[in-house]
């Protein structure tokens, strides 16, 4: 099982990027996908879901409005746009997958219980 996360990068105030997330060695299809991010000393922030049937999609409300995600079946890929991103979206982005059934993940004691993390991608955004 793979996650593979790219898109990352160094960027300025306002700036967009959109980061991808390609998955293998499962089934895709049957599986929400979610995006994560953790700064330096802060916990880990669940950011986005989309289900596996893409009907269910949620958006955390530090960056909705701003942020959407989206996914391909086809490409086995899901999709995080991040659009006007100021310095406190500074931070490592992960991906992971969850066979469940909605969304969204929800964490116990800070901590979020998923079938597959994927390694992260850094996003700077420089004042």
């Known amino acids: 099982v793979q996650l593979q996360a790219s898109g990352g990068g160094l960027v300025q105030t306002g700036d967009s990027l959109r980061l991808s997330c390609t998955a293998s060695?499962?089934?895709?299809?049957?599986?929400?996908m979610g995006w994560f991010r953790q700064a330096p000393g802060k916990a880990r922030e669940a950011i986005s879901c989309?289900?596996?049937?893409?009907?269910?999609?949620y958006i955390a409300s530090s960056v909705r409005g701003r942020f959407t995600t989206s996914r391909d079946n086809a490409k086995n890929t899901v999709y995080l746009q991040m659009n006007r991103l100021n310095p406190e979206d500074t931070a490592e982005y992960f991906c992971?997958?969850?066979?469940?059934?909605?969304?969204?993940?929800?964490?116990?004691?800070?901590?979020?219980?998923?079938?597959?993390w994927g390694q992260g991608t850094l996003v700077t955004v420089s004042s």
């Open positions: 060695g499962f089934t895709f299809d049957n599986y929400a």
């Open positions: 992971a997958a969850d066979q469940r059934s909605a969304c969204p993940f929800t964490s116990y004691s800070g901590n979020y219980f998923v079938d597959y």
């Open positions: 989309i289900s596996s049937g893409d009907n269910d999609i």
